[in-house]
T-cell receptor
Framework: EAGVTQSPTHLIKTRGQQATLRCSPI?????VYWYQQALGLGLQFLLW???????NRGNFPPRFSGRQFPNYSSELNVNALELEDSALYLC???????????FGPGTRLTVT | GNSVTQMEGPVTLSEEAFLTINCTYT??????LFWYVQYPGEGLQLLLK?????DKGSNKGFEATYRKETTSFHLEKGSVQVSDSAVYFC??????????FGTGTSLTVIP
């Protein structure tokens, strides 16, 4: 069974640009969670989607947004990039029948 | 509210030493508890879980017991190996399927 996949692996952008990160959950999982992991820091919760709807968002500005598609894959958009947005962005998936969530390998975003 | 507090690192141990990483939580309701491990350059992997009080999760020689009376879920391993070097995260899943993570504890095992 394929795990959670994320693309791209690495992304380099300049300040002020927009970044789009993608996540495909494990087959059958309906929930997708996004986290930001800045260097040396823990996981900061960004967004949670389930069944196509945003269920909760963390303490991040509105320029962090996303969506979930009918096939349950998800996209995270970061507008007006700032240097401090440089981080590893992790996606995880889960389902109402599971207690745990499974993580993808992450997208490393570098803003210069 | 819900939160997870775990022991600050970094932790450095010699091979075959005993490992304990402390984790305590605050939660409403009856959360499920987890330990995840992150190897350099990778995402998080589920190490073990426990879904109710007194449950013991175990995997790859690691163990943790869900203690409701002390709201704790400490990670232990009797004899660590160099390959256990990684960052360990304690986490909980609260009512409503929201997850909360600790700040992570970096472990380095030296030969």
């Amino acid at each position: 069974e394929a795990g959670v996949t994320q693309s791209p692996t690495h992304l380099i952008k300049t300040r002020g640009q927009q970044a789009t990160l993608r996540c495909s959950p494990i087959s059958g999982h309906t929930s997708v969670y996004w986290y930001q992991q800045a260097l040396g820091l823990g996981l900061q919760f960004l967004l949670w989607y389930d069944e196509g709807e945003e269920r909760n968002r963390g303490n991040f500005p509105p320029r962090f947004s996303g969506r979930q598609f009918p096939n349950y894959s998800s996209e995270l958009n970061v507008n007006a990039l700032e240097l401090e947005d440089s981080a590893l962005y992790l996606c995880a998936s889960s389902s109402w029948g599971l207690v745990e969530q499974y993580f993808g390998p992450g997208t490393r975003l570098t803003v210069t | 509210g819900n939160s997870v507090t775990q022991m600050e690192g970094p932790v450095t141990l010699s091979e075959e030493a005993f490992l304990t990483i402390n984790c305590t939580y605050t939660a409403t309701g009856y959360p499920s508890l987890f330990w995840y491990v992150q190897y350099p350059g990778e995402g998080l992997q589920l190490l073990l879980k426990a879904t109710k009080a007194d449950d013991k999760g175990s995997n790859k020689g690691f163990e943790a017991t869900y203690r409701k009376e002390t709201t704790s879920f400490h990670l232990e391993k009797g004899s660590v190996q160099v390959s256990d070097s990684a960052v360990y995260f304690c986490a909980l899943r609260a009512t409503g399927n929201q997850f909360y993570f600790g700040t992570g504890t970096s472990l380095t095992v030296i030969p």
